[in-house]
């Protein structure tokens, strides 16, 4: 035999009207509100309490879609960000309501500005905007050139020791 078990239920106003005692611990909701009530046997449904969650449990509708975030606006009060683009960060920003923000990577626009100026490849570079810098098409030679493996190396390009210097050099022990 299958069992069903139903919730009284109804509209607020339907509720209001009519003003029904409850049972002790019977159950009973408003449809269109979602609020629901608990009876105590001898209380007139416009003078119960609402029940509700604990305090410290949040709605699952809260966060909505994929990478939402929780995050606070006031004690005990939750909020959601939603999820920045592609790229960007989270970061602290204590101007809006979250106390969050999502920022593109590098962006100089909310960058702080270092104290003291540093220079980075000739540079000089105070943290609030990208540097470009270049690299050496072609290494500057050795002053004097060095033998390694029987090969001279100048530094200026790759050499090749062949299998015999490798084997050879792979046999020495170095301290």
Do not use: C
């Amino acid at each position: 035999m299958a069992v069903q078990i139903q919730i009284r239920r109804g509209t607020a106003a339907a509720w209001t009207s009519a003003n029904p005692t409850l049972a002790a611990g019977e159950f009973a909701m408003e449809t269109d509100t979602d609020k629901y009530k608990f009876g105590d046997g001898s209380t007139a449904w416009t003078s119960l309490g609402y029940s509700s969650l604990p305090s410290t449990s949040i709605s699952n509708t809260v966060v909505d879609a994929k990478g939402d975030i929780m995050a606070a606006t006031a004690d005990n009060t939750v909020a959601k960000l939603t999820v920045g683009s592609n790229g960007q960060v989270l970061t602290a920003a204590s101007g809006q309501t979250t106390g969050l923000q999502w920022a593109a990577i590098g962006n100089a626009s909310t960058a702080t500005a270092l104290a003291t100026a540093r220079t980075i490849g000739g540079v000089s570079f105070d943290g609030t905007g990208n540097i470009a810098v270049t690299l050496a098409a072609t290494a500057t030679a050795l002053a004097t050139a060095r033998t390694i493996g029987g090969v001279s190396f100048d530094g200026t390009a790759n050499i090749d020791l062949g299998t015999d210097a490798n084997m050879v050099l792979a046999s020495q022990s170095f301290s």
